[in-house]
């Protein structure tokens, strides 16, 4: 099947984080590789799509009219199936399902989505995968440090927002502004210190996914395996992101993101007042 994998990879177009009309699009793509995946192969690619399991599965918990985020690996008939059959689950949302299911009625979907995103984050630290392991663990780590960056800048608490159990997570909910020392992280972290304040939305946006982009070339294998794949999926899911983060859509998803955080906590005064 490497070998399968060889002549799969070589068929794929080069991919530049600035396209705005490559051949794949993610689902397509999923479609085009799928069937020539090992099932050990295929399992690890769904890791890169339960992100939007997770959101679908807390529409079914709480039966809500929330959209239904088709890049999910499961229909919304087979995820109701399932949710009746835990063992079916993925290991991490099993885990999620059993150990939350009494507290589903009073918390809130936001709630939800945290704790079962900090199930498969804990999950992700042990999957039998280099690269994927690294990845997640970057990506979760820029996500973190961004919420954090935003939760500080709003006045916010980001004891809830920053989720993991992690080193950096736990680092990051101790930490006041100006305390934070990041040279011990990755050089790409310490870059979004300096462009969190750009006024531009949009190009603060490109930047951070371009830290994305390089870092994917760092710790991508030359080889013809599983790993190849992932990374081209992943890059499609960031063309995906630059292409739609015009400045209006930036701001949108920035208005988006403080409205979920803001959900939870009561506003201070010297906001509401503005």
């Not at 009073?106 to 690294?134: E, G, V």
């Not at 997570?169 to 990755?186: E, G, N, S």
């Not at 992932?230 to 949108?252: C, P, W």
Request: charged residues 25%.
């Amino acid at each position: 099947m490497r070998q399968g994998y060889y002549y799969l990879i070589t068929s794929l177009p080069e991919l530049n984080l600035t396209d705005k009309d490559p051949v794949f699009n993610v689902l397509r793509f999923r479609e085009f590789i799928y069937d020539e995946l090992t099932p050990h192969d295929k399992e690890l690619f769904e890791t890169l799509f339960y992100h939007f399991d997770i959101e679908n599965l807390v529409t079914v918990i709480k039966s809500t009219n929330n959209r239904w985020h088709p890049y999910g690996n499961f229909s919304e008939d087979e995820l109701k199936y399932r949710l009746l059959l835990p063992d079916m689950l993925p290991d991490f949302m099993r885990a999620f399902v059993e150990d939350t299911r009494k507290q589903w009625d009073r918390l809130s979907d936001k709630k939800l989505i945290n704790l079962a995103t900090t199930y498969f984050i804990d999950w992700s630290q042990n999957i039998p995968n280099r690269f994927l392991r690294t990845w997640l663990y970057f990506d979760q780590n820029l996500k973190n440090l961004l919420i954090w960056l935003n939760c500080h800048k709003f006045g916010l608490n980001p004891e809830e927002e920053v989720l993991g159990n992690h080193y950096e997570a736990q680092y990051l909910r101790t930490t006041k502004p100006d305390a934070i020392d990041l040279h011990a992280w990755d050089f790409q972290f310490r870059e979004v210190l300096r462009h969190f304040d750009n006024p531009d939305i949009a190009l603060r946006e490109s930047i951070i996914n371009e830290m994305r982009w390089h870092y994917l070339g760092e710790i991508s294998s030359p080889t013809f395996g599983i790993e190849r794949l992932l990374a081209y999926a992943v890059k499609l899911q960031l063309i995906n992101r630059n292409f739609t983060d015009t400045e209006l859509s930036g701001q949108k998803r920035l208005g988006s993101l403080l409205d979920s955080i803001l959900k939870d906590y009561q506003v201070p005064e010297k906001f509401t007042a503005v």
